[in-house]
């Protein structure tokens, strides 16, 4: 895998936590992921903007990182959302397919429930 993707994958992946885990990162933490999930923001850009060293900022990435992938770990919301997510998209594509085969089946049965009308008229 490139070095890129792999970078949004992880840009990916802390967004997703920090969706479900907020409460457990500090201001200053759930700031500078909320900058870092950012396209084409990297840390050594955070660090020019929040004025400190590109250390500091990747520590607190770190930590925050650690803590919310610990808590996954144990807990697993965002693995159980992730599969509410996956099952509602299939119940909605089922839902679509079935809508359309009713929506078949109701202009058939006016189609038919006219020729009978005709049949009426003519006898």
């Known amino acids: 895998m490139q070095k890129k993707s792999k970078k949004i ?54 930590r925050a990182l650690e803590r919310m992938e610990s808590c996954e770990k144990n807990v697993r919301f965002l693995r159980k959302r992730n599969a509410r997510i ?7 594509k089922k839902l679509s397919a079935l809508q359309d085969k009713v929506q078949g089946v109701e202009q058939d049965v006016e189609e038919m429930q006219n020729l009978v009308r005709k049949i009426e008229k003519n006898n």
């Open 86 to 92: 996956k099952y509602l998209k299939e119940l909605n």
């Open 9 to 62: 994958l992880k840009k990916m992946r802390i967004k997703e936590l920090m969706d479900v885990y907020p409460g457990l990162l500090t201001e200053k933490e759930r700031y500078i992921l909320k900058l870092f999930v950012k396209p084409n923001m990297t840390g050594a850009s955070i660090a020019r903007k929040l004025n400190v060293s590109r250390q500091a900022v990747h520590d607190h990435i770190q």
